[in-house]
């Protein structure tokens, strides 16, 4: 799979449907950030704007979306309501996205939230904390994707 303006890495190709979209403008963060979702057994795709991960999610491939809020060209919130905006018109089932942010003030998951962001993973984070929180949304676009197909066509190895 070649994608324009993105960084793929990941284990191998066998855990293709664990792809995450980890959008972060900062490479030190980006670094860190990929090597911890490689530990899990993801593959990254990393972009540095929100517009790139606009563009990407309206692929359909990712099943987790990591959003960092500061980015150049279009912040995280912002890109979030245009993926929304874009899975409703579509009627599409929401990609499940986990804001990544420096900030833990209330008013900033607030804010998160009221952007159509589903979770909040405050930075730095450990292992163990991305661990829970992608454990949190494994598996809920698998289970979605199926459930849109007929009950025919899904099968319990469609994950």
Request: net charge neutral; glycine share 6%; charged share 25%.
């Amino acid at each position: 799979m070649k994608l324009p303006h993105a960084q793929r890495s990941g284990p191998s190709g066998d855990v293709a449907e664990r792809l995450v979209l980890l959008a972060d403008a900062d490479d030190n963060n980006a670094l860190y950030e990929t090597a911890a979702l490689e530990m899990l057994g993801y593959d990254v795709v990393r972009v540095r704007d929100g517009g790139t991960a606009v563009a990407l999610v309206m692929t359909g491939l990712f099943d987790l979306v990591m959003m960092e809020l500061r980015m150049p060209l279009l912040n995280g919130a912002d890109a979030t309501r245009a993926i929304r905006r874009f899975e409703a018109s579509a009627r599409r089932i929401p990609t499940p996205i986990v804001a990544l942010t420096a900030s833990v003030m209330p008013h900033e998951q607030v804010h998160c939230t009221e952007a159509g962001m589903d979770d909040v993973l405050p930075k730095p984070f450990t292992l163990p904390d991305l661990r829970r929180t992608v454990d949190r949304w494994q598996g809920t676009q698998a289970v979605c994707r199926c459930r849109t197909l007929s009950a025919k066509a899904c099968s319990p190895g469609m994950t």
